[in-house]
């Protein structure tokens, strides 16, 4: 359909005054009584539109994207959802005016649409009305440095509609229009209940803050004293401000409505979204420049604003300044990924129910337009969290849709030098992460492994080439090894490893990469890259080995010149298979203690745990990681969702992380031995574990490449074992037992 003949509205100039804009699109048609059949619906928006049909919601969007080829949603609608006689369309658009962490701006902004029902066809034109979102502020603060801008809006205000400027749908910045490669979010809908209610005394010196909405309720916060309570009714008084505190019951991600009736007009409220309390007790945490919050000036009688910005949070404290009595109510629906959920993991240990089912929601809610790091502060498509993410989804799901999109977003921000942004879009230019752009690499060829085809390496051979060149040829170098580049912002990990100068790790992951990719490009048919990365990993494996293992000890150290010997970079040469007769004493001095609890130099962060975990795998220590996994991730369960960092919950760091939820695909590793990128072969190795008191029985269903899935269950029975194995057609079980391997096709049960 497209959207051909369509013009991009805005209710004035589009390049002129656009910094924390919100605009408003109407158009009023009549149909006849509609027929059974669907209307079919184009639509964008710069940035971010909300599209109503007679005041119901239908859609948001666009995903993330780059103008060059800039998103539009298609999507059908029942016809059933018109009305017979007048009906109305009516969008909101948000334009931050300024760059994100998922935006680049480019000085425009627009909406534009297009409608089909039967042959008939209706446009966005000069026959549409415009305005802005009346008493919507436009110097408010934002949200957080990586998101747009917090919404202060004056419930009492109206303005007229007016004639929008028009544009032709081909205009800069959007010369090409593209339809969106990811559906439409979708969702429950979610109303919060109220938990507590706490007032505290504010004197004529502490009003209502401004262009930051956080400030001043935050500061008073503390001073408050939180009870509990079940009704949304706020009684303020004259020298006061009183707090409501609103639960969800977990973290959740999507369209907010807030609604508040019983106003006089006039009353300021303020909406403080927060993640973490305590006792009833918010903890919440903003700076000058930035919090998440939302301003209503409440009109009389009720007041309804609905943020066009998605939000991501747990708790929402609605503080009430001075006299007035009003009930609140906020309410989400969800906007995520669509999943189709058809996989799990399950056992007879309800913890480890509790935390799989804890890991699932915490992938789910940050999967939107793209893996995001969190729903809450940032929502970063990180490339580093969604290789880890990739491996939770193919667990539950056979979906490579978010991780081909990021792919390519990645590959989209790649400098003249080679190396990528860390997360994408963005013009964050401190973000630019070179290992991350090794994980780039590496990602391309883990989805070329799980589609079972080599077309997404011909898509991105060339930028894998260039992206290589750097650390082959522009990287600095100390005898032979990548060191660290001063212009660039060297990740690794949170925790305090080793970056000055040529890094263990960082030269470990530069292996891994140009391993995969030789090994990719020879599968695809590109013999001559095959065999340029192929020596460069032989010549990089040989200096490795001279340079920083350390024989003496049978540790490598954490990089040229240190005298550590850390969990990372024995992790890595595990992973690797570097230094193979040295193994057991890098699990038994480094990471065992680690799984363990014991402090060490650098504890990895929640996030990098997951590559530890595999290499313990690697030798069977599956008791050492399910303890790890059950002592870490239980105390997340009350919070409902994965910690960023284990146990923090200072209303700093995020507690809904999905590069914590790596349990996900653990759990499948550590009971039965599969493989998280398994997927799409025809043979696929099973290794049950019998051992665990704890669970004596599990249960694993994985999504399969040809619709089907992948069912093994066991039971022990005293010292014998009951296994059934339900294979995909065409697919072999080798299911790896004490007695040796036995090879399934079909269904099969047994006893051992």
């Keep these: 359909m497209g959207l051909e003949g369509a013009q991009w509205l805005w209710p004035q100039a589009r390049f002129v005054h656009l910094v924390c804009r919100t605009a408003q699109f109407r158009r009023v048609f009549t149909m006849e009584t509609p027929a059974t059949g669907e209307a079919r619906i184009c639509v964008s928006g710069d940035r971010l539109y909300r599209l109503y049909l007679n005041g119901e919601h239908i859609a948001s969007g666009p995903p993330r994207g780059f103008h060059d080829e800039w998103p539009y949603d298609e999507f059908t609608l029942p016809l059933s959802r018109f009305r017979a006689g007048e009906n109305e369309l009516r969008a909101e658009v948000s334009q931050p005016g300024v760059n994100t962490f998922g935006y680049r701006h480019e000085g425009s902004a627009g909406f534009i649409l297009a409608l089909e029902i039967g042959g008939a066809r209706m446009v966005t034109d000069d026959a549409w009305q415009a305005r802005f979102a009346p008493g919507v502020r436009t110097d408010s603060a934002l949200l957080s440095i990586q998101l747009g801008h917090q919404e202060h809006v004056d419930a009492r205000a109206d303005s007229p509609w007016a004639r929008p400027t028009t544009a032709p749908y081909t205009a800069m910045p959007w010369p090409v229009m593209k339809r969106a490669e990811l559906p439409l979010l979708a969702g429950e809908t979610k109303v919060a209940r109220p938990v507590s209610i706490g007032q505290a005394d504010a004197d004529a010196s502490v009003r209502p803050s401004h262009p930051n909405a956080a400030l001043s309720a935050w500061s008073l916060l503390d001073k408050a004293d939180f009870q509990p309570c079940a009704s949304g009714r706020i009684s303020g008084r004259t020298d006061a401000m009183t707090a409501l505190v609103l639960d969800l019951g977990r973290v ?34 903003a700076t000058p420049e930035a919090g998440f919050a939302t301003r209503v000036v409440l009109k009389a009688g009720e007041s309804v604003f609905s943020p066009v910005q998605r939000l991501g949070f747990r708790y929402a404290t609605v503080c009430l300044w001075g006299e007035g009595e009003i009930d609140a109510q906020v309410s989400l629906v969800q906007e995520m990924h669509p999943y189709e959920v058809s996989g799990g993991f399950t056992s007879c240990d309800q913890g480890l129910n509790a935390i799989h089912a804890l890991c699932l929601h915490t992938q789910r809610i940050c ?16 490339w580093g969290d969604a290789r880890v993410q990739f491996k939770n989804t193919l ?38 992460l070179p290992d991350f752009t090794l994980q780039w690499i590496i990602g391309v060829c883990d989805l070329c492994r799980v589609q079972g085809s080599y077309e997404p390496y011909r898509q991105h051979a060339q930028k894998m080439e260039r992206a290589l060149a750097y650390f082959s040829a522009s990287a600095p170098q100390l005898q032979g090894l990548i060191a660290y580049d001063d212009r660039y912002w060297l990740f690794l990990d949170w925790a305090e490893v080793f970056k000055n100068g040529a890094s263990a790790m960082y030269n470990m992951w530069y292996l891994a990469a140009l391993r995969q990719a030789g090994l990719t490009a020879a599968a695809a048919g590109d013999e001559k890259r095959s065999t340029l990365w192929t020596a460069q990993g032989q010549a990089l494996e040989e200096r490795i080995m001279r340079l920083l293992f350390d024989a003496d000890r049978g540790l490598f150290l954490d990089g040229l010149g240190a005298s550590t010997h850390g969990v990372h970079a024995q992790t890595l040469a595990i992973l690797l298979g570097l230094a193979p007769l040295a193994h057991e004493r890098m699990l038994r001095e480094t990471i065992l203690p680690f799984l363990s609890g014991k402090e060490d130099l650098a504890r990895p962060s929640t996030y990098w745990t997951s590559y530890v975990c595999e290499a313990a795998l690697r ?39 999905a590069w914590s939820a790596h349990p996900l695909y ?24 019998l051992d665990d008191e704890q669970a004596p029985s599990a249960t694993l269903v994985r999504p399969w490449g040809n619709g089907s899935a992948l069912r093994v269950s066991f039971e022990k029975r005293g010292a014998a074992a ?19 391997v036995r090879e399934m096709i079909g269904s099969a049960v047994l006893d051992v």
């Design 252 to 285: 959740e991600v999507g369209h907010v409505t807030l609604r508040f009736a019983g106003g006089k007009g006039g009353e300021t409220v303020d909406v403080l979204y927060h993640e973490v309390a305590n006792a009833g007790k918010p903890v919440y945490w």
């Design 367 to 382: 999967s939107m337009d793209g893996y995001v790091d969190t729903p809450w502060r940032e929502q970063g498509q990180w």
């Design 395 to 432: 667990a539950f799901a056979r979906d490579v849709r978010l991780f081909a999109f990021g792919t390519e977003a990645i590959g989209h921000v790649q400098l003249d030098n080679g190396l990528t942004y860390g997360l994408a879009p963005s013009r964050a230019h401190t973000c630019i």
């Design 619 to 657: 030798y069977g220590h599956r008791q050492e990681v399910a303890g790890f996994i059950r002592r870490v991730w239980t105390p997340m369960l009350p919070d409902g969702s994965c910690h960023e960092v284990a146990g923090k919950r200072d209303g700093r760091g995020s507690i809904s992380h």
């Design 666 to 689: 653990l759990l499948p590793l550590v009971y039965f031995g599969l493989d998280p990128l398994c997927g799409s072969e025809t043979t696929v190795d099973i290794r049950p574990w």
């Design 722 to 740: 009951h296994i059934r194995v339900d294979a995909p057609q065409g697919v072999t079980v080798r299911l790896h037992l004490p007695g040796g």
